[in-house]
Structures are given as structure tokens and as C-alpha cells.
């Protein structure tokens, strides 16, 4: 993500007046973030948040929450960043209302301790694998998708049965404040309060002491959240962000190609962590999906795309003006309207960028396309791992090989093949970064995961022969016992207990055959 800086202190939206505010919710913000943590903390040693039937009645509370409140979040969230119904609905709260669907639907099977295979030297114990919540989970959010990179992990922090203190960004003022007032309506304010404030608030809100932090934002807040969680050693998860390269080459069906990459650069105005950020292709390449993506922009926009409820604007001033600072001095092949009093800015394709430019050096979170010149695809490779690990990587192409190459030989969050964002959404792929771009993921069972401490749990028997054979390992130490260890340890006597079965079957094979032949010879002698 590209914001710089904590979030600023947020002004009240017109949707839903501060007289309505939750009155819990203004007790944890007035009487100080120390006095908030050691509260929720409490809570959750009393083990409020534990049971199954707990986390399930408040997933399924969150999940009224976006049906019962659908139209003022969709007010707010056009207010902050003019988002369209439509991308409001399939990019924010449908992706949120899967996610609770997911968890609900497998909460049980994901709770239930994971039995690990028994071996022979512990034929007679119990292996299993401990699902433990962290205790009192930090979730940071982003102004850019403020409903979706928030709720999302929250999700499985509920699920994984923690307590979570919820940070939404103020940079979205209007659903900012109306989650601040809705979220404690729904949940469990005690177990899941709302924390807003500036940077001021939030520098001291991380001086306390949390058991997980989760952060979406920029790399540059990111290392601030990092540097404060390094304090207690606190484990961390870093969606970040950084330039999501693309690569074309000439084997692709460019046509369509152009069609997806120009959709992954509007989506959000460009205000999207995995957005295509740059595009490398030979010269060749680049003249014929210049074309290509303005037939995508007609078919898309019929008609002045400023006009169109379907394209958003920047989220502030500053941004803005950052933006139309990297415009300075390029090569506009296509688009380039701007209107500062609406915050708006074109889909722009840039030429003839060089890397040494300014659009170059950061990423662009904005509607800005610029397209750098390379020889092929080592060329672009090279290009790629000359900078920081992105959090996403594009590649269109028919190329087996080339495919290969780029999954082998370049280091990204992940990956998508002849299309751009899609990963993110795709079903069963973890969401996270690498490097620069992050560190840990989410999404689907990732985010139950993400929450939990797998605890390695070993419950020992009084088994008498498990005794016996055990007493190797108690001293006075013998010769027997060493050579006995080593071979447990090195020609790994670990046989797992599916061969148990035969095994026992063919010891007891033979001592029956070994009793049977002693019986009838006693027999025979008589």
C-alpha cells in the first residue's frame, strides 16, 4: 500500500450521526489504548472467546452486520473513494461475506486438534497437533479497500478464537466512522472493541503489549509496526505493497490481454496493493496493446470516462497531488485528464519511461500505466530482481518456458498468469507478500491458520512395556543403551502405525508357528 504515514484523525461522516456512537466504544477511546488492552486481555483469559458456539454466533453477528447495514456502508465507501455499487458490492462485502461463509462452514474441522501418525517408539501414546488462539489480536486496516483488508482477517482472528482490538484507517473518514459505530452494535464489544485515532493514538496503541499483529498498509509503516512489535517479540503478519511488475510478450493474445491488464489498473482508481504498476514489453509489443487498451477504455467507458459511475476517484489532496508530481515530464501516449476539484485523474498510459524516473522509484497506487522498453524476457527478469520483491507478479504469454522461467527465476507474493489481481480472489490461494512487499498471508483456511499457535502436544502412557522399552533412556548408561538410541535415532526405527499392523501380524505369525511346532513335538514325545 502506498500510505505513507499513520492514518489522520478522522471527521464525523453525514451518514451516521456521533450521537448514535456506541457508548462502550467511547469508553475504550477515552480512557486510553493501556487501559483498552489490559481489558480485552482479561476478557480473554476468562476464556469468553473459546467455544465453537461463541466464535460461530459472532461470525454469523458480523455477517448481519453487512447484511443489515449493506446501504450505508455502499454510501460510505462512494463517499470516500466514489466507488461504484457494483465494485463496492464484489471487491469489498461479498469477498468479506465469503470469507464468514468459509469459516463457518469448516470452523469445526479447523478447530479439531490434528492427530499426527503414531511410530513404534510411541506406539502407545498420543500425537496431536494444538490449535491455540494468540490471546489479544491487533488488526490494522487500509483506507483503500476499508471494509475488506479489515474485516477479512478479523474473520479468522474470531474464528481462531482471539480477541481482537479493530483499527480501521481514517483516511476513509465516512466508513471509518461508520464502522467505529456499527461494529460494537453486532459484536461482542469486550471481546472485539473499536480503536480509532491519528498517528499520535496509534504510536501509543503500539507500545502496548499484543500476542499477533496485523497490519495492511505501506512498507514504510510496515517496518514502524515491525520495529514496535520486535519490542515483545511479538509475531506479526505485513500486507504491504510495492511495483507489481507485468510482462508481455509477443506469443500472447494481446487483445485480450490489454483488456485484463487495463482492468487491473482501474479497479479503485489504481488504488489496489497488487495493481499492475508497471508494464515491460519490447517496442513491438507496446505499439499494438496501445491500441488494444484504448479499445478496452471505449468498451469499457461509453463516453467521458469522467462521467462514468464506474470509475472512482483519488482518496485525497495529498495523494492527488502526489500523483500529478510523477506526470511531470512523461511521455502521455494515452489518457492524462485531471480535475483537481473532484480529485480525478484519467487511466494514463505512459511511454518511453525510463527506469531511472521518478514514477519508477515508488509505487504508483493511481490510475498511471507507465510502459519501459526491454529486449525480451531475461531482459525483463533481470529488470524485475534489479528491484524489491513485489507482492504481485503479471505475466501474459503463450509460452510454457517462459512461464517457467518467470516462476523460477523472479521472488513475488504471487503470481498470476494471462490476468492481473485474480489471485486474490481465487479459491484456496493463500494472499500475502515477500521481502518489501510483507511477510505472512491470509485468506481462507490461511486466516484460521494465521490466528492459531500450533502446539505440538505429546501425552505419554503408563504402558508397562512402553516403560520397558523406554528405559533405555534413563541411566546408569550402558553400552546396550547407546547402541540401542543410535539405532532408533539414525536407521529411524520411527516405523509409522499403518505398518504396525503388519508387523505385529507377522511377530504374532511367527510365535504361533514357533508355539505350534514346540506344542506337537511335546505332543509327539509323550
Partial sequence: MISKQLPQTMTTSPHIPRAKLDHASVVDLDSGSGGLVERTRSVFRSGRTLPASFRRQQLQNLMRMLDDE???????????????????????????????????????????????????????????????????????????????????????????GNCVIIKPSELAQATSHALETLLPKYLDNECYPVFTGGPEKTSELLKERFDYIFYTGSSQVGKLIHQAASRYLTPTTLELGGKSPVYVDASANLQLAAKRLFWGKIQNSGQVC????????????????????????????????????????????????????????????????????????????????????????????????????????????????????????????????????FLERTSSGGVTINDTIMHLVAEGLPFGGVGQSGMGAYKDRASFDTFVHKKSVLSRSYNILGEKIESVKYPPYKEFNTKFLKTAILHNMGLPTKFIGHVLTYTLGIITAVSAYYIYHYVEDK
Fill in 274 to 405: 497488487i495493481a499492475p504498476d508497471y508494464v515491460l514489453c519490447t517496442k513491438d509489443v507496446q505499439i499494438k496493446l496501445l491500441g488494444y487498451i484504448e479499445k478496452a477504455m471505449k468498451e469499457f467507458f461509453q463516453g467521458t470516462i469522467k462521467n462514468s459511475p464506474d470509475f472512482g476517484r483519488i482518496i485525497n489532496q495529498r495523494h492527488f497531488e502526489r500523483l500529478t508530481q510523477l506526470l511531470k515530464n512523461q511521455n502521455i501516449a494515452i489518457g492524462g485528464h485531471i480535475d483537481a476539484d473532484e480529485r480525478f485523474i484519467s487511466p494514463t498510459v505512459l511511454i518511453d519511461v525510463q527506469p531511472g524516473d521518478r514514477i519508477m522509484q515508488e509505487e504508483i497506487f493511481g490510475p498511471l500505466l507507465p510502459i519501459v522498453n526491454v529486449s525480451g524476457e531475461d531482459d525483463a527478469i533481470e529488470f524485475i530482481n534489479s528491484r524489491e520483491k513485489p507482492l504481485a507478479l503479471y505475466v501474459f504469454t503463450n509460452n510454457s518456458g517462459t512461464k517457467k522461467k
Fill in 70 to 160: 449493506q446501504e450505508t456502508l455502499l454510501k460510505c465507501l462512494h463517499e470516500d473513494l466514489r466507488k461504484s455499487k457494483h465494485e463496492s458490492l464484489v471487491s469489498e462485502i461479498f469477498i468479506v461475506k465469503h470469507q464468514i461463509k468459509k469459516h463457518l462452514s469448516n470452523l469445526g474441522k479447523w478447530m479439531k486438534p490434528e492427530k499426527v501418525p503414531r511410530t513404534l517408539e510411541n506406539f502407545f501414546d498420543d500425537l496431536y497437533i494444538y490449535k491455540e488462539p494468540y490471546g489479544v489480536v491487533l488488526v490494522i486496516g487500509a483506507w483503500n479497500y476499508p471494509i475488506l483488508v479489515l474485516l477479512a482477517p478479523v474473520v479468522g482472528a474470531i474464528a481462531a
